[in-house]
């Protein structure tokens, strides 16, 4: 499971000014990682790896499964329907799956997450939504933690292309105004400030700052 781009970022401890300085990674799959539901059992697989978890999250069939999966202690976040279990059951391996695109791997005092990006495959529809998923990391294992980070970061994750975003988050200029003033906008002596990418970029679709033709240059189509 390759970590990919290497880059710097700089994490902002709660209210405090201070600032640390911490590597992340960014990794585009050259193929699309299949993430198969092709377990039987919840632990048949160490959880070392985020991929590792991607697998068990789309072969989970019962409740006890998801919530071994999850970091939460909210029951009405983890619940899922028996009729959608029941559903699942009847998948295809190999029609049915979450194909991984793209990871953003980083620490933030002190706790290693991951944000996985993906598209859904269905064998009963030609469209292939894009989501994300948010990892933490506790001890040796990953968790899936939906509220872990900031929405704003979880959305650039969602919505930018992926080259575009491996370009912001390197700092890698390319003549575009766009790009290059987003560049300088996020990035300082320290490299990127995450956090910060993601509040200019939820900007840009708030009703009276919406900014359509930073979205059309920037944003993927999600397909939902």
Request: overall charge neutral; aromatic content about 16%; hydrophobic content about 35%.
């Given at each position: 499971?390759?970590?990919?781009?290497?880059?710097?970022?700089?994490?902002?401890?709660?209210?405090?000014?201070?600032?640390?300085?911490?590597?992340?990674?960014?990794?585009?799959?050259?193929?699309?990682?299949?993430?198969?539901?092709?377990?039987?059992?919840?632990?048949?697989?160490?959880?070392?790896?985020?991929?590792?978890?991607?697998?068990?999250?789309?072969?989970?069939?019962?409740?006890?499964?998801?919530?071994?999966?999850?970091?939460?202690?909210?029951?009405?976040?983890?619940?899922?329907?028996?009729?959608?279990?029941?559903?699942?059951?009847?998948?295809?391996?190999?029609?049915?799956?979450?194909?991984?695109?793209?990871?953003?791997?980083?620490?933030?005092?002190?706790?290693?997450?991951?944000?996985?990006?993906?598209?859904?495959?269905?064998?009963?529809?030609?469209?292939q939504p894009i989501?994300?998923?948010?990892?933490?990391?506790?001890?040796?294992?990953?968790?899936?933690?939906?509220?872990?980070?900031?929405?704003?970061?979880?959305?650039?994750?969602?919505?930018?292309?992926?080259?575009?975003?491996?370009?912001?988050?390197?700092?890698?200029?390319?003549?575009?105004?766009?790009?290059?003033?987003?560049?300088?906008?996020?990035?300082?002596?320290?490299?990127?400030n995450l956090m910060?990418?993601?509040?200019?970029?939820?900007?840009?679709?708030?009703?009276?700052?919406?900014?359509?033709?930073?979205?059309?240059?920037?944003?993927?189509?999600?397909?939902?």
């Open positions: 499971y390759g970590q990919g781009q290497s880059i710097y970022y700089k994490s902002y401890k709660e209210a405090f000014e201070r600032t640390e300085q911490t590597k992340a990674y960014y990794h585009v799959y050259d193929l699309p990682f299949e993430a198969k539901p092709i377990l039987q059992e919840k632990g048949e697989i160490d959880l070392n790896y985020p991929e590792q978890l991607m697998i068990s999250i789309a072969s989970a069939t019962n409740q006890k499964w998801v919530n071994y999966n999850t970091y939460s202690k909210d029951r009405d976040l983890m619940y899922k329907p028996p009729a959608y279990f029941a559903k699942k059951k009847k998948w295809n391996p190999d029609k049915n799956y979450l194909s991984l695109t793209s990871k953003l791997q980083f620490e933030m005092d002190g706790v290693e997450y991951a944000l996985m990006r993906f598209r859904a495959v269905s064998e009963h529809s030609d469209r989501g994300v998923y948010v990892f933490r990391k506790k001890k040796s294992r990953w968790y899936d933690a939906p509220n872990a980070l900031s929405d704003n970061l979880i959305m650039t994750m969602l919505y930018f292309k992926i080259d575009l975003l491996e370009a912001v988050l390197i700092g890698k200029k390319n003549g575009n105004p766009y790009m290059d003033e987003l560049i300088d906008r996020v990035h300082d002596e320290n490299g990127i910060l990418l993601g509040d200019v970029v939820a900007a840009w679709s708030e009703v009276d700052k919406e900014d359509k033709d930073k979205q059309n240059y920037f944003f993927d189509k999600i397909d939902w």
